[in-house]
């Protein structure tokens, strides 16, 4: 059933990591991410590995969710091994197979572009398990706010996003429900050419569609009600507050990152 | 042999993870061809989860469904012809509707069973009329329909598969009190016109009341299983599983209460006239 999909993928908690500014979590995966990709020796692989453990630790996620996460993903990383193991040029042969080479470099970058898509992904997983979608959509808007003085429409942008997330569970659930009606008479979603299986879906979109239209219209009508005008002079109830554990965190993620480039110096 | 069979048949909901529920608990249930049941239960006692078993939408996580003495979930081509012989009306069905005309949305049931053109065209017209929707409504867009014709259009469109047992999941939430009564005088009619079997999930004890045996489900077992008559004695346990006394049935206690010797067994509201004009008759005012 389409119910047992779990989006958002945010693991409610009251850990540090969770309690730490929405927009502190995101320039630091932002930092994080960029961190990754200056890594240039091993020992920085490592020293990511930690933090990423540490913080995983920290949040009390079970590394079995982070792991889950990544099943998706075996397809790309197979991919990037095989193409990195098999097409990387080098002299240093270690194993040669009529047409098939394997050099030492090409090992080498393997293993690294491995644990790089890796890392990249299980890091910004942490973001979505500790940071709630709509902390992430007000963080992102505060964030951009200096984009506004550009007429850049930052907060009609977010309150898209937020709407987008609270409609994805309600239009599964409603898919659901349209599609076990139509099931019940007789619809036949699994067999048949592609052109066929194309056609039985229309039963199911076009009560969708129609619903969501009706959604919408009901939800304009509703914010209207409520004298809904934008984002001018809009006050929250829920402030964001930077408080010290972000600060600690800002020097944290700075200290990564010249961990990073020292073990890049020394060769380590 | 009973038409349905249920053995022994649990479901739970996203077994495994910490949303775990069990919607369904070890439920026994046997219903024979023929009458109406009325199935009534608070929300969540698994209602509509126990009708998704009946058409093979969900398999079971323990347990049987025996369709004719036949295990419905056996093959591919058992599953089919469930969903053909058993049609269930889910919930507000009028958000299912798709088709350009009313005819091809009451035909879509029809087409999918494969039928010759003139039967399909037969079953549409016979089903529209059962339900009360004249010609000239089969070839407007069910979309300009008003609330109560899209209702029917959407229960025309299962009753056009000619089930032997039908499934309406509060068939009559949401309309008026005339349109109610019109709307269930109608698929009565439908029953006793092709013999076939309903099975009623409603939440109006005034519906229940006119069934002909009733189902009382409770935290995903079957409570209580009997006639209305039985049932509706049994006030407190009903009150005590969130359900409430038809009114005639209530007021028939409350009147006891107060020392007006009524027979037992009331629940409608011609019973509770005629047992009070009798005691009218004997002598003098009851109280």
Redesign the interface.
């Known amino acids: 059933m389409l119910k047992d999909i779990t989006l958002g993928q945010y693991f409610p908690g009251d850990t540090v990591v969770h309690r730490l500014d929405p927009r502190t979590k995101l320039l630091l995966t932002v930092v994080y991410i960029a961190a990754l990709f200056m890594v240039g020796s091993w020992g920085g692989y490592a020293l990511v590995f930690a933090a990423l453990a540490a913080v995983t630790a920290l949040a009390k996620i079970r590394p079995k969710a982070l792991l889950k996460g990544l099943k998706p993903l075996v397809f790309i990383i197979v991919l990037t091994a095989i193409l990195n193991l098999f097409f990387t040029a080098g002299d240093d042969v270690l194993f040669r197979w009529k047409f098939i080479k394997i050099t030492y470099t090409g090992l080498d970058r393997a293993v690294a572009m491995v644990l790089r898509v890796l890392l990249l992904v299980s890091g910004t997983f942490l973001l979505t398990y500790t940071t709630s979608p709509l902390a992430i959509t007000d963080g992102l808007e505060r964030l951009m706010s200096p984009l506004n003085r550009l007429h850049v429409p930052v907060y009609e942008l977010s309150l898209m996003m937020c709407i987008a997330l609270r409609f994805i569970p309600t239009l599964i659930e409603e898919t659901d429900r349209i599609m076990s009606a139509q099931k019940a008479r007789g619809a036949d979603l699994e067999t048949g050419t592609l052109p066929e299986r194309a056609r039985a879906l229309l039963p199911l979109l076009i009560p969708l569609f129609i619903s969501s239209f009706r959604r919408a219209d009901e939800l304009a009508l509703a914010m209207e009600c409520r004298c809904y005008n934008g984002g001018q002079g809009r006050t929250r109830m829920k402030q964001l507050h930077m408080a010290g554990r972000d600060a600690i965190a800002f020097v944290l993620g700075a200290a990564l990152v010249a961990g990073i480039l020292i073990l890049r110096r020394l060769g380590i | 042999m009973p038409l349905i069979e249920l053995r022994g048949l649990t479901h739970v ?2 077994q495994g ?1 910490p949303f775990e529920k069990t919607a369904i608990d070890r439920l026994d249930l046997t219903v024979e061809a023929g009458g109406v049941v009325g199935l009534i239960g608070h929300t969540g006692s698994g209602k509509s989860t126990l009708i ?1 078993h009946l ?1 093979a ?2 398999k079971p996580t323990e347990g049987t469904v025996l369709l004719d003495g036949e295990d419905v979930f056996a093959s591919k081509a058992s599953i ?1 012809a469930a ?2 012989r058993v ?4 919930q507000y ?1 009028e ?4 088709e350009e005309t009313v005819y091809a949305d009451i035909a ?2 029809p087409k ?2 494969k039928l010759e053109k003139d039967e399909i065209d037969r079953r549409v017209r016979q089903a529209a009329a059962f339900v009360g929707l004249d010609d000239a409504v089969l070839d407007r867009s069910p ?1 300009e329909l008003s609330g109560g014709q899209k209702r029917r259009t959407a229960i025309a ?2 009753l056009a ?1 000619e089930p032997e047992l039908l499934v309406l999941d509060e068939p009559t939430a949401g309309l008026d009190p005339a349109g109610r009564e019109d709307l269930l005088e109608k698929l009565f009619a439908w029953r006793r016109a092709r013999q076939a079997t309903v099975l009623l999930v409603t939440h109006d004890m005034s519906i229940a009341a006119r069934c002909d045996r009733l189902l009382v489900m409770s935290q995903g077992r079957i409570l209580m299983d009997g006639a209305p008559a039985d049932i509706f004695a049994r006030g407190d346990e009903l009150t005590a599983v969130g359900l409430d006394l038809p009114a005639p049935a209530h007021i028939a206690a409350l009147l006891r209460q107060r020392g007006v010797a009524l027979p037992p067994g009331i629940y409608t509201a011609a019973q509770l006239t005629d047992a009070i004009l009798a005691l009218w008759r004997k002598g003098g005012a009851p109280c």
């Open positions: 909901y996203s993870t998704s058409n939408l969900l089919r969903r053909f049609g269930v009306v889910f069905p958000y299912q509707l798709f879509y049931g999918n069973l979309l469109g299962v598969m």
